[in-house]
C-alpha cells in the first residue's frame, strides 16, 4: 500500500502527520485505486483533489487553516479499503473524498462511521452506499438505479426486438449496475437472451464470445470495468462479432481506447453531462490544460466532493464531521459540476445520466439525445 502527503505540492512519504504537515494544517483525505486494474481513476481523484486543495488554499484555505493532502491507495480491494478507512480515522482526519469503486467505498463508510469520519465518494454508485442511511456518507454522483434506468430506456428505444445479452464481473458495482439495467429491461417487457458472469481480472473471454456469437446477440450490456469491457470487444471483433458494446460510467477513461483502439468506436456507456463543458468548471478546466491533464472522468467530480465538504465546514464554523454533515445536508453548494443539494441518505437531488459513445479516434461524446 502507498501512502503519500501533499502539502502545496505533492511530495511522497509515509503516513507520518507530524513531521510532514505543519502544526496548523487541516489533513483531509482523498482514497482511491493509485494501483492496480483501475489506477486510471485513481489518478483523475488525486488529479481532482490536489488541484482543489492548490486553488483553496491560497484563498484562505478552510476555517483559516490550510489544507494538507493524504493520498491513500485502495487498489479497490475491499480488505484494504478498511485499513485504509481505519488508518485515516486513527488519524483523526475528519473528511475523505473516497472512495472509487463500491466494494471498496461500502465497507470503509463502516469503518469511518465508528472513527468519525465524514465521506463523500466522488464516484460509488451502488444505491446499498446511501441505503443503509449510515450518518456519514453521501456522494456527488448518481445511484445504479437511475443510470441503469437511463441505459435500458436508450436500449428500449433503439434495440427493441434486437437480441440482447447482459453480462457483469461479480463486483459490487459490476453485479450492481447489471442488475439494474436488467430490472429496467425486463419491466419495459425487453428478456435479454443471455445473462452471464465472468471474473473482475480475466482477460480470455472467447467462451463468453462463442456464446454470444452463437446466439446471435446484437447488444451486449457489460456491468464492469473498463479494462475487461475492452478485452471483451476485442475479442468480439476478433470472432467476427459486429455486436455493440454498452456499459457504465467505469467507461468513462481514454484508457477504454488504448485496449480496443479504433474497434471500440461505436461503443455506448453511462456518465453524467461532461463536468469539463460546464460553465462552472471553464476556469477550472483551463488551470487542468495549462498542467497537460484532460480533467476527464472522475477529475472534476472529486474536485466537487471537496468544494462541498469546504463550503459545508465553513458553514458549520467547525470541520467536526457530524455537524458538517448536518450542514451538507441542509445546504446548496456552487461546485464545478454545478450546483448540488442532497437528500437525507446523503444523495444528491439533481439527476442526469446521458449516453456517451467512442469514436475511432479514441474519443468519446454524447449522443444527440433526440437520436441514436
Not at 9 to 21: C, E, I, R, Y
Not at 24 to 50: C, H, Y
Not at 64 to 90: F, H, M, T, Y
Not at 211 to 228: A, P, S
Amino acid at each position: 500500500m502507498k501512502s503519500f502527503k501533499l502539502v502545496g505540492l505533492a511530495l511522497s512519504a509515509s503516513f507520518v502527520l507530524s513531521t510532514a504537515a505543519f502544526a496548523d494544517d487541516l489533513t483531509i483525505a482523498v482514497a482511491g485505486p493509485i494501483t492496480g486494474g483501475e489506477s486510471a481513476f485513481g489518478r483523475q481523484m488525486k488529479n481532482g483533489a490536489e488541484m482543489a486543495v492548490d486553488q483553496i488554499n491560497p484563498s484562505g484555505g478552510v476555517l483559516g487553516k490550510k489544507l494538507a493532502l493524504d493520498v491513500e491507495d485502495d487498489a479497490c480491494d475491499p480488505k484494504q479499503a478498511r485499513s485504509v478507512a481505519e488508518k485515516i480515522a486513527n488519524a483523526k482526519i475528519p473528511f475523505v473524498a473516497g472512495h472509487f469503486c463500491s466494494s471498496s467505498s461500502i465497507p470503509a463508510s463502516e469503518a469511518y462511521a465508528d472513527g468519525g469520519v465524514l465521506q463523500i465518494t466522488p464516484a460509488s454508485t451502488n444505491p446499498l452506499f446511501t441505503d443503509r442511511k449510515l450518518w456519514n456518507v453521501a456522494r456527488v454522483c448518481g445511484r445504479d438505479d437511475q443510470q441503469g434506468l437511463v441505459a435500458a430506456q436508450y436500449i428500449t428505444k433503439n434495440f427493441k426486438g434486437k437480441n440482447i445479452a447482459i453480462l457483469n464481473d461479480k463486483t459490487t458495482y459490476g453485479k450492481g449496475l447489471a442488475d439494474e439495467t436488467k430490472k429496467a429491461l425486463n419491466k419495459a417487457g425487453i428478456i435479454e437472451k443471455m445473462y452471464e458472469s465472468y471474473n473482475k481480472g480475466d482477460k480470455d473471454f472467447n467462451a463468453i464470445v462463442s456464446r454470444l456469437k452463437r446466439d446471435n446477440i446484437e447488444l451486449v450490456y457489460v456491468g464492469g470495468y473498463h479494462q475487461e469491457a475492452g478485452l471483451i470487444l476485442r475479442q468480439m471483433r476478433d470472432q467476427g462479432l459486429k455486436t455493440v458494446l454498452m456499459s457504465g460510467d467505469a467507461l468513462a477513461d481514454k484508457e477504454y481506447a488504448s485496449i480496443t483502439g479504433a474497434a471500440g468506436a461505436g461503443t455506448l456507456f453511462t456518465f453524467g453531462p461532461d463536468p469539463r463543458k460546464k460553465p462552472t468548471a471553464a476556469a477550472i478546466v483551463d488551470k487542468f490544460r495549462a498542467k497537460n491533464i484532460d480533467p476527464e472522468g472522475y477529475t472534476l467530480y472529486t474536485y466537487a466532493a471537496i468544494q462541498v465538504w469546504t463550503q459545508a465546514a465553513a458553514k458549520a464554523g467547525t470541520t467536526d464531521p457530524k455537524k458538517v454533515m448536518d450542514a451538507v445536508k441542509a445546504g446548496s453548494w456552487d461546485t464545478v459540476i454545478g450546483k448540488l443539494e442532497y437528500d437525507a441518505k446523503g444523495d444528491i437531488k439533481q439527476l442526469d445520466y446521458v449516453i456517451y459513445k467512442w469514436d475511432d479516434k479514441g474519443g468519446y461524446a454524447e449522443v444527440n439525445p433526440k437520436g441514436s
